[in-house]
């Protein structure tokens, strides 16, 4: 597994858990991927960011995505998903759980299409997994707990996304506390 990201606890709890990490802003994503797959590209690729992908001078598609939002041309910033349609092996699978809310523009649809990519996409399925994934942290065969980083009482729910969505404080999972109010 290979995980990409700029946030420094991010990338170093993937790498904790075993994945090869990849910072953008430091590496070209495309050329890593190839260097990492001796140029053949991945076999399956995920795109969990979506619209909130971050922009880089280095890649100007990133500032034009940003513009175009900007000017109410395009509500999302797709630069990942471009990245893995040129990356992404023929016949491979991109897969989108990423969020995305509206309009894209300057996608390279006839690449895609004679790679003869397949796109998975659409929101989580949480009924679906979620009995299956319990029963397997129950069994100990997944222990999520390096994920968590904070605990909190759920009053303090809205301190703990606004600390989330404004990547502070390494905040990358909260629980609630199991605190008894009293």
Not at 141 to 157: C, K, N, R, V, Y
Request: aromatic letters at 4%.
């Amino acid at each position: 597994m290979i995980a990409i990201d700029c946030l420094p606890e991010r990338l170093s709890m993937a790498e904790a858990g075993g994945a090869v990490v990849v910072d953008f802003r430091e590496d070209s994503v495309i050329e890593r991927l190839q260097e990492l797959t001796h140029g053949k590209g991945p076999d399956k690729c995920i795109d969990a960011v979506g619209m909130e992908s971050h922009v880089s001078l280095a890649q100007p598609d990133t500032l034009y995505d940003r513009a175009e939002q900007a000017i109410l041309m395009e509500n999302d910033r797709p630069h990942v998903l471009r990245e893995m349609i040129y990356v992404c092996r023929p016949a491979g699978v991109i897969s989108i759980p990423g969020v995305y809310s509206g309009l894209v523009d300057n996608m390279p649809i006839g690449m895609a299409m004679n790679k003869g990519l397949t796109f998975r996409m659409g929101q989580t399925h949480v009924n679906r997994w979620t009995d299956d994934l319990l029963s397997r942290i129950e069994d100990g065969q997944i222990d999520p707990s390096f994920l968590i980083t904070h605990t909190a009482g759920l009053e303090d729910g809205p301190e703990m996304y606004r600390l989330f969505r404004d990547k502070q404080d390494s905040c990358i999972k909260v629980v609630q506390s199991l605190r008894r109010q009293e």
